[in-house]
C-alpha cells in the first residue's frame, strides 16, 4: 500500500534537491510504498523546482511569510499528504505531526543540530582533528518544533579520513544519504520505526549501526 509522502527540500537558486529525487526515483518502482504528492522549496524558481518540473512532481512555493503553522498545515492538506519529510530544507518547521515529519541530517546528533551543509561537515572535522569524535554520521530523526531535536531513529556512521576536507566529507556522507534514505524513510511509511510523538522512550524500530 502506498502512502502519501510531501518532501521539503530548500535547495539554492541553482541546484540542489539531489535527495528528493532520490525518493522520486525509488517511489516509481512498483515495489515501493511511497507516493510523492509534491516537492516543496523556499526559493520559486530555484534548482528544487528544476528538478520537481523535470521529474513531474507537483511543486510546491513556500516564502518566508508563509512559514507558519497555518502555512505548513495548508500543504498538507491540499497534498493529502499522509507523511511529510525534509531532505534539506533549512527552516524550521512548525504545526505538523511530530509522529509523521521526518528528517535527515549530515552529521551526528544533537552534537552538531543547528547546522547544515558545508558548515556540518566543517564543525565535524574540527572535532575530528580535536579527538572528540572519529566518525560523521548520517542521521534521521522525527521533527519537532525545535531544531534538530527530535528522537533520532537511525544513525549510520561514516569514517572520517585525516586527509578529509569539508568537500569530500560531505561527498562521502551525501553518497550514504541517497542510499539509505529512501530504505529508512519507507520503513517510516510502513509503521516499522514510530514513536508517539510526545515521549522518546516510545520510540521504536530504531536502527543504529
Known sequence: MRRNLLVFASGDAEGGGSGSEKLVERSKHP???????????????????????????????????????????????VTGAEFVTLSGWLKLVVGLDPRTTFNIH??????????????????????????????????????????????????????????????TLGKRVNAEEHFWQWQITEKVLLGEISWDGKDPASLRGAIFN
Open 106 to 167: 549530515p552529521g551526528p546528533l544533537p552534537e552538531f543540530g543547528n547546522t547544515f551543509g558545508h558548515y556540518t561537515h566543517e564543525a565535524v572535522l574540527a572535532a575530528f582533528h580535536r579527538r572528540e569524535l572519529t566518525h560523521s554520521a548520517v542521521t534521521m530523526h522525527f521533527v519537532t518544533e525545535e531544531y534538530d531535536q527530535g528522537p533520532p531513529f537511525f544513525v549510520h556512521r561514516v569514517p572520517i579520513n585525516f586527509d578529509d576536507t569539508p568537500g
Open 31 to 77: 515495489d515501493s510504498c511511497i507516493r510523492i504528492v509534491g516537492v516543496v522549496s523556499n526559493y520559486k524558481n530555484g534548482g528544487v523546482r528544476k528538478r520537481a518540473d523535470r521529474l513531474g512532481i507537483p511543486f510546491f512555493y513556500l516564502p518566508r511569510s508563509h512559514q507558519t503553522a497555518e502555512g505548513y498545515q495548508e500543504l498538507v492538506r
